[in-house]
């Protein structure tokens, strides 16, 4: 059998991971800058998270179904309130950003009893039914997947959400700083604003902190930015490292009944232990702080190049806009440089997305990889 190819492939094969590095078939090694997608949050096989889970597998139970009780899961939910700061929210565990949320618009229609969505422009939320109908992209929407009952609206934009906004909407749901888009950040008065009117007209505010979240823009969520307080929030990515797991935060007042949400691989074992490892190592060696640090060493060094028209992000998710299409930069940056670095869909946008334990040494041979490229330009 061979692969159904649905991706385009950056022309390097890929055997190990330590840290930021990744090694190919030849042993050559690569600073990883894109976080192998965003995902890896305290960088590849970090031994805790080894720890953890060759644990779990040796001592504890790789799997049984969520009609028994699993410790580890109340484990994790303890532990991701206290590092998030939501400890008097709920938690449903499922097993990527897509399923996390389509469980979040699907508990604000049936708390609601309503139908009707509003999401924005360059949103990225998935691509399964009610994911992808709020995302922003018509070439990944079949005719199976009907979007009538989502309303796409400007990023950041009051005066056109008020227009839009009534007592028809179950959920408005954002990306606190939008990724695949490009790394755009709203502004607090709009997210605050956002916030406010969901409490009015009674709608759910759903955060998806599927990227930014997980300690990605210096704060545990990107939201806590913005001083809110979403219904639901949604992550997944970074929440193991790579091992595969979201998760639905639910609101205290929303109230769950049996049968409502339901999943088979949604909370296994094995995908908590690796996110009670990415969480152990935040708290541990403190890397909200160290994100927040990095990533403006970053922006600053970057804002003084040339050919850089903005700069954008928080903490380790930056997005960095040159006055041209960056796909052949990128390719450079890999054969010249050994260093992987993110697109996104604005063409002349590369997203940096590392895990949160880089070393200065490590961004100072990104800055200057990107010094040099640029200025001979
Ligand atoms: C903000 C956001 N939401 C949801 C998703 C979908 O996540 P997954 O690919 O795990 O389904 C992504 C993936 O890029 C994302 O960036």
Redesign the pocket.
Known sequence: MKLFEVFPLLDITLVKGQGSYVWDDKGVEYLDFYGGH?VISIGHNHPTWVKRLKYQMEEGISFFSNSVHLPIQTELAEKLGEVSGYGDYKLFLVN????A?ENAIKLASFITGRKKVIAFDGA????TSA?VAATDNKKIKAPVNPDDFVTFLPFDDIEAFDKAFDEEVAAVIL?PIQ??HGIYEPSKDFVQHIATQCKEKGALFIA?E???GFGRAGKFFAHQWMDVKPDIITT??GTGNGFPI?SVIIHPEIKAWYGMLGTTFGGNPLACAASLAVLEVIDEENLLDHALQMGNYLIDAFKTMSHVVEVRGKGLMIGIELDFPIKDFRLKLISDYKILTGNSSNTNTIRLLPALNITKEQADRVINAFGQLLSAI
């Open positions: 965003a990527s950003g897509a399923e949320n990225f939320h998935g691509r994911a990306e990724g695949v998806d599927v990227q930014c997944a990515k979201g």
